[in-house]
């Protein structure tokens, strides 16, 4: 089993619409949960973390951690075309060598005009 | 100013060579990472480097060799290139093995063909 599981995709939702995004994982020991962005061609970008449990909103952004089911969520509100990309969720935990981060195979998502 | 970057951009090549990726940071960051991505978008760690040190190595071939001359760069010299290294590599810094959160700023990547 991977340490963290991610649906690829392809999602496509007009423009406005609510995206919901999720992972799952099954490392109990991860503390921090992060959602990065990937435009085509381009390096990840660090979009939003949460410590541990619970919710933390950005503009129209919403990432949700629930350490009980091991299951994390990122929410985008009134979706734009610039919103377009691949999302990846990524995880962490502190170990003797340092933090280890550990990726899903990201979400392509793409918002119609 | 370019936080995390790489050279070259693309590079295609012939089996069996022998290729550099080179990376610099001007964060000031202690780690720095190498990760390859494959055509199904998955990222997967490769080595990471502490203040010049390997603290990571993940299971990868021993063709892949990285070299980190100090802690702004950390290069990764492929011998003997096979089709299967064909991917985007990507290289990224964060600020410190000892900090409690480490957010990696990434490159833009490498894209290596190999034909």
């Known amino acids: 089993q991977k340490e963290v599981e991610q649906d690829p995709g392809p999602l496509s939702v007009p423009e406005g619409a609510i995206v919901s995004l999720n992972c799952t994982y099954s490392?109990?020991?991860?503390?921090?949960f992060m959602w990065y962005r990937q435009y085509s061609r381009k390096g990840p970008e660090l979009l939003m973390y949460t410590y541990s449990s619970g919710n933390k909103e950005d503009g129209r952004f919403t990432a949700q951690v629930d350490k009980s089911s091991k299951y994390i969520s990122l929410f985008i509100r009134d979706s734009q075309p610039s919103d377009s990309a691949t999302y990846l969720c990524a995880m962490s935990a502190w170990s003797h060598t340092g933090n280890q981060f550990y990726f899903g195979t990201g979400t392509s998502l793409t918002v119609i005009p | 100013d370019t936080a995390v970057s790489q050279t070259p951009k693309y590079l295609v090549t012939q089996m069996g060579n022998d290729k550099s990726i080179k990376c610099e940071q001007n964060?000031?960051?202690?780690?720095m990472y190498w990760y390859k991505q494959d055509s199904k978008k998955f990222l997967k760690i490769m080595f990471s480097?502490?203040?010049?040190?390997?603290?990571i190595n993940e299971t990868v071939p021993n063709r892949f060799s990285p070299k980190s001359p100090d802690k702004a760069h950390l290069n990764l010299h492929i011998n003997s290139l096979e089709l299967g290294d064909s991917a985007v590599y990507f290289c990224a810094s964060s600020q410190g093995a000892g900090a409690v959160y480490n957010e990696q700023f990434f490159g833009p990547g490498t894209r290596l063909t190999v034909l």
């Open positions: 490392n109990s020991a991860f503390q921090y």
């Open positions: 480097y502490n203040n010049k040190e390997l603290i």
């Open positions: 964060l000031g960051h202690d780690t």
